[in-house]
């Protein structure tokens, strides 16, 4: 479900397949895995991680099929998702996030736990689609947009109005630092700029505890139990 | 002291009169249940509210006379506007400040409350009053102005140089969402916006609580006791 490769200093982990990359507790589980991996490599403390994804999706957000089958479902992904985001926030080292295809809902919010978005212009959107399909989002996830797009009215923009950001919208945003014309050139930029980071030799612990500092109340927000207020509609929502 | 007109599905909200709309007790529980009549309309989950006013003003701020001939007074108004700004904030339907008229201290944090500001740059100004007046901000003032102006050196002209705000200023500051060339022209405007949000379709009580969880720390602020730390000069003030 995810794939991961080292090249040199970089780790590529991918979202593989042509599928929508649901958030589910499988993929979850084999992302979670992967970070796993990377920081038990001995060289994580000079590296940096690119996360991108196969076909026409990032990620389409939780896998709200299942969560409909079975609803105890919704807590354990927004458990997992949760962990790993934090995990990600912790991460030892610069971090890339190489938008190939469209990001929703938490899907976007994966994309945001990164330290760098890149992506293509020529097609695809972030998108909070919650609003869309009658679903409140989590505090947490507000928290992440209010630490990662700074103008209020891009904020009301994303979680009122449901935008579906392209790239343009999100260089204009401040969510994308860089635009592609196609996902292979993408994918080469990402490895271009961790290249780039690799080589001004920062050391990956101290790296990871700056960016805990800087991002702490979203870490602060994840670990609240709040999600227990969030009343998410079991019937009838537009999926 | 406000009027409430329903335009299909726009709620048109007016502070009437030639005055300055100082937001005295009688005001704000005029405009609390002008809120409240408007929430058991229906029709208000497909809905969208415009606020706007006659005259020179939108609002000149609390009724700081009166809170000098009664002090006990300040609290009163200060109370009253939390709870209209929290009901704002929850407000199961999109929001529109139509300007048309200067907005100072409370009267430019009750346009703030709102999700787009309109304004009219022929004249008028917003215009955190304060500093010139000699007294300090309650702290949900500055949670207001911190989740509605999104850079720092704008927050610091706003309420550290008292700065007053023109459209112009304002569109450039990210307060203000677009400007018109008069008074009828915003009107106009806001009225064109609110039918173009009320035929997305979008569910307002949705709607109003993704505002709340965006919004989360302002409501906070809004529901604490800080006000009892906060000295306000009793004499010699500049009013």
């Known amino acids: 479900m995810c794939t991961l490769e080292k090249r040199g200093q970089l780790f590529l982990l991918k979202l593989a397949g042509d599928g929508e990359h649901r958030?589910?507790?499988?993929?979850?589980?084999?992302?979670?895995?992967?970070?796993?991996?990377?920081?038990?490599?001995?060289?994580?403390?000079?590296?940096?991680?690119?996360?991108?994804?196969?076909g026409k999706f990032f990620s389409n957000g939780y896998d709200l099929a299942l969560a409909d089958s079975d609803p105890s479902l919704r807590v354990v992904m927004d458990s997992k998702l949760r962990s790993l985001v934090a995990d990600l926030i912790s991460l030892p080292m610069p971090t890339i996030a190489a938008v190939t295809g469209h990001a929703s809902a938490a899907g976007f919010v994966l994309a945001m736990s990164h330290d760098y978005v890149l992506m293509r212009r020529d097609r695809g959107?972030?998108?909070?689609?919650?609003?869309?399909?009658?679903?409140?989002?989590?505090?947490?996830?507000?928290?992440?947009?209010?630490?990662?797009?700074?103008?209020?009215?891009?904020?009301?923009?994303?979680?009122?109005?449901?935008?579906?950001?392209?790239?343009?919208?999100?260089?204009?945003?401040?969510?994308?630092?860089?635009?592609y014309g196609s996902a292979a050139e993408t994918v080469e930029g990402a490895v271009k700029l961790g290249e780039e980071l690799v080589r001004?030799?920062?050391?990956?612990?101290?790296?990871?505890?700056?960016?805990?500092?800087?991002?702490?109340?979203?870490?602060?927000?994840?670990?609240?139990?709040?999600?227990?207020?969030?009343?998410?509609?079991?019937?009838?929502?537009?999926?």
């Open 125 to 179: 959107f972030l998108y909070m689609s919650e609003l869309d399909i009658e679903l409140v989002i989590p505090p947490w996830f507000a928290a992440m947009i209010r630490m990662k797009i700074g103008s209020p009215a891009a904020r009301r923009d994303v979680m009122l109005t449901a935008e579906k950001v392209t790239a343009e919208r999100g260089l204009e945003m401040g969510i994308v630092d860089s635009s």
């Open 23 to 54: 958030l589910n507790p499988t993929l979850l589980d084999s992302i979670t895995s992967a970070i796993t991996q990377i920081r038990s490599d001995p060289s994580s403390s000079q590296s940096v991680l690119i996360t991108t994804s196969d």
């Open 200 to 239: 001004r030799g920062v050391d990956g612990h101290v790296y990871g505890g700056m960016r805990e500092a800087l991002l702490k109340q979203v870490l602060h927000t994840i670990g609240s139990n709040e999600s227990v207020s969030n009343r998410m509609r079991n019937s009838g929502s537009k999926l």
